[in-house]
Every structure is written in structure tokens, then in C-alpha cells.
């Protein structure tokens, strides 16, 4: 059964999924390309951005600066341990598999990774629903 919230997130999986077609992919190939190869879609990063905002930017900051560094963080190369982290919640950090859709999860970790400097990459859903 859907509900609003759903069907507010379905408009933007499907943006995700046609922003990202054909772009390489945010697992291990795409940890081996070359950072800053890819332009993200201006619409995919808007999206990813907000919802960065709604979820993570009371811990890590808004310029991703404060508890955990983002901003220039070497890990961030891993797309999977960045999905695995969100999913998992380590240590203090909040697990948000129960509250964020495989789609949304990759919003936030394709705009962690191509935001303050990083360049990584764009992420898939599907990425974020193999390590579930």
C-alpha cells in the first residue's frame, strides 16, 4: 500500500534512475575510475543535497565539516562503505536502513561523494539494495 510519503519518494527514484543511466556505476569499478570523470546530474545532487540536509547535517554539518568529516574524507572513495555506513548506523551514528529507501540512500551518498571538493561519482539504488 502506498502511502504519500512513497509516492513522494517514487518521483524521485525515478529522476535517480534516468539521471544515472549510463553513467558508471558507484561500486568497485567506479572506485577505480579517475575522481572528477563524471558530472552528477544538477537534478540527482539537488536531490541528494535536501535530503543530506533533512537526515545528516545535524551531525556532520552542513559544508560536511563537523563530527565525522565529509569534506575531504579518503573513505568516501568506498561508495560501498559510505551505503554501508548510512545503512548501519556504526558506533553513535543512527542506522537508516528502517528509514531510507535504497533510492534515497543513494541520493545521499552520491551528494556526499561529489559534494566539498570530492568527486566520486554518481551511486545506484541497486548498489545500496545489494548490500541490505
Known sequence: MKTWS???ISAPALALSVGLAGLPRGGVAAENAPSGDVAIPAEVHAQGEKLYKK???FCHG???????RLSGN????????VAHVIL????YMTPFAEHL???????IVTYVRNAWGNAYGPVAAEDV???R
Open 74 to 81: 579518503e573513505k568516501l572513495v568506498d561508495a560501498d562503505y
Open 62 to 68: 552542513t559544508k560536511g565539516t563537523s563530527g565525522k
Open 55 to 57: 537526515n545528516c547535517r
Open 6 to 8: 512513497t509516492a513522494l
Open 101 to 107: 529507501s535504497d533510492e534515497e540512500i543513494a541520493l
Open 129 to 131: 539494495a545489494q548490500l
Open 88 to 91: 548501519v548506523g556504526p558506533g
